[in-house]
């Protein structure tokens, strides 16, 4: 369910922690819609431990594979993925309806895959943690309450037993969303 | 290009190796001819539920028999040391390192990035640590304390200090630590020395054994091993479209470089001529390797100038090739850059798609691999090559070995964090 203990504001400011810890740059100095690898100048590995952090200060697990790889998986070889290593038609189908309007300009059906990474943004990767906040089972696993309450503003906690609330990780999600997209557009 | 006056010229007169194809060159080089792969479920440690539970083990049975005298050096020894002590005994004999009288001018030049500690030290020591700071050292110390063994075994220069008590050799010593790069850069170090007259004889080579946890896992975790693959064997596939990262490797190799009237005096068969060197960083990203392959295109030429070779006068090219998305792409750019047109018509291959990666032993290994193909006429296969990727359009010399006289090569080693070396060896007639 979409959760409200944990604002918007709240965790983008985190993830702008996170990417200032990690990359040694001044937090403050980093924009929403800054690229990491362009404007940040993060690397491969970065991501990595971005979201490892992230992991930590929400009590998430966030995914292992990008959403490409598992449509690759799921749809069959080739399905995101052409001979020439370039986005097909169908993938960026699929990522217009993930992304909507925060689709960036530059993605384009034969755009070549190592020009993907350096399109995620700040702004995406707060994103990609709401979504798994957003996953905030109704009542708590352990002992049923429904009081959720988060008391530093960044881990969700049952009212009642006090135990961390359960949510879905990454790459369930991404497999998730893919089943029920292809349900209803049926692109592949 | 500057030439400096004079510089001894450097020949191979020994070579050993220990591989997950094979417990020495000979037979390494005869199942890498029959594109054999050396792949398969790791039963090192438990791997279940690891996204990749695959890498290339040199067999146990193959470290038994110990070499005489070598009672003494076995509890110094972890595994990549073990390793080491098979390759450098066989190189040593094939050059008859036993025979030579002054000690003091052979040296060693040895990769070895030492082993993991074990998970059980770490569970032993455990036991005397709060967590937070505070040590119980008198349990420690009551109870026989932290096996100063283990910490002599995991430390890399123990190579280095093992290698000249074994062969009794009092010459230039050090040890190599440059991630993928260390097995060509000891090699090139080593033959550096004896150009410059420090050395008559060098020992030179690399050890690799991290299929334990502490040594794999890592690689797991920043996701730069293969995920997916049908079966093992067919994992490891350098320059296929269907890549999808590296294949880690246990081994060892060893080679014997000797000044060459030196080698020529003492009438022992020569098994090549060391003609080259090139070294370079990409002082690009930390892990990633520079897009273009700038490094790699530096230390190609830089042993190409080296060596005085054109070009034009490369008749094959033992590639990195280790089966990720990132290198081989890098890699063949490179070559492109360096050699131009001609690019497609030399043949590139990556021992690799059989014995996976052996990191520190890797270019070790690779430059005995293209020396015996030399001699052989022998070019060995790029196995798994199936789907072409339009990035990757060179020669890779698909799945099957091809027999072609050739006298100059190059061999390919570049670090995961832009430690680049390139190896130019060449035939020697007779």
New interface residues.
């Given amino acids: 369910m979409k959760q409200t203990l944990i604002s918007e504001a709240m965790v983008l400011e985190e993830v702008k922690k996170a990417i200032a810890q990690t990359l040694k740059v001044d937090k403050d100095s980093i924009q929403a819609e800054n690229s990491l690898m362009k404007d940040l100048g993060a690397?491969?590995?970065d991501f990595?431990d971005i979201n490892y952090r992230l992991e930590q200060a929400f009590g998430i697990k966030t995914a292992?594979h990008f959403v490409l790889e598992h449509i690759e998986e799921m749809f069959g070889?080739g399905s995101a993925i052409d001979?020439?290593?370039q986005l097909t038609g169908k993938a960026i189908a699929l990522l217009k309806i993930r992304l909507g309007n925060d689709l960036p300009a530059e993605l384009r059906p034969g755009m070549d895959m190592?020009e993907v990474p350096p399109l995620v943004t700040v702004e995406g990767m707060a994103k990609v943690v709401l979504d798994i906040l957003d996953t905030l089972p109704e009542k708590c696993g352990a002992c049923g309450g429904k009081a959720w309450k988060s008391e530093n503003g960044l881990r969700i906690k049952c009212g009642s037993c006090g135990g961390e609330a359960t949510l879905t990780d990454g790459d369930t999600l991404t497999q998730e969303w893919l089943i029920h997209v292809q349900k209803e557009k049926k692109i592949f | 290009m500057v030439r400096q006056p004079f510089k001894c010229r450097v020949v191979i007169t020994g070579c050993g190796m220990i591989t997950p194809l094979g417990k020495n060159t000979e037979e390494t080089f005869d199942h890498a001819c029959r594109g054999m792969s050396g792949i398969d479920y790791i039963t090192a440690f438990d791997t279940t539920h690891l996204p990749c539970r695959i890498g290339g083990q040199v067999k146990d049975a193959w470290l038994e028999g110990e070499e005489a005298g070598a009672e003494r050096f076995y509890k110094f020894s972890s595994r990549g040391l073990r390793l080491m002590r098979k390759a450098t005994v066989e190189a040593a004999q094939q050059a008859c390192l036993d025979n030579l009288a002054h000690r003091d001018r052979i040296g060693v030049s040895f990769g070895f990035h030492g082993d993991s500690p074990a998970v059980e030290d770490l569970m032993f020591l455990h036991r005397f640590y709060d967590g937070k700071g505070a040590w119980d050292m008198e349990g420690l110390m009551r109870t026989g304390g932290y096996s100063y063994l283990n910490f002599l075994r995991r430390k890399p220069d123990v190579a280095t200090t093992i290698l000249p008590k074994m062969f009794d050799c009092r010459g230039p010593n050090l040890t190599v630590a440059s991630a993928c790069a260390a097995g060509s850069q000891a090699i090139g170090e080593a033959y550096r020395l004896i150009q410059e007259g420090k050395a008559d004889v060098m020992i030179a080579g690399g050890s690799e054994a991290a299929l334990n946890f502490m040594g794999f896992v890592g690689f797991v975790l920043i996701k730069a091993l293969v995920e997916r693959y049908s079966t093992p064997q067919k994992a490891s596939r350098p320059f296929d479209r269907k890549r999808n990262g590296f294949v880690m490797s246990e081994g060892a190799g060893a080679v014997i470089l000797e000044e060459r009237e030196h080698a020529r005096s003492r009438k022992v068969p020569i098994l090549g001529e060391l003609l080259g060197y090139g070294a370079s960083a990409d002082a690009y990203r930390i892990t990633d390797t520079h897009p273009t392959g700038l490094g790699a295109v530096l230390a190609m030429r830089g042993a190409l100038e080296d060596a005085s070779v054109e070009p034009e006068s490369v008749d094959y090219i033992n590639a990195h090739g280790t089966s990720t998305a990132q290198n081989d792409v890098t890699e063949t750019r490179a070559v492109k850059e360096v050699f131009g047109k001609r690019a497609k018509e030399i043949p590139i291959s990556s021992n690799k798609s059989m014995l996976g990666h052996a990191i520190a032993a890797a270019g070790t290994i690779e430059l005995i691999l293209t020396l015996m193909g030399m001699n052989r006429s022998v070019i060995l296969p790029t196995i798994n090559y199936e789907f072409p990727d339009p990035k990757c359009d060179l020669d890779y010399v698909p799945n099957e070995a091809r027999k072609k006289e050739h006298r100059i090569a190059l061999s390919n080693s570049f670090g995961f964090g832009g430690q680049n070396a390139c190896l130019c060896v060449g035939k020697v007639a007779g």
């Fill in positions: 690397e491969s590995l990595l292992r070889e001979e020439n290593s190592d």
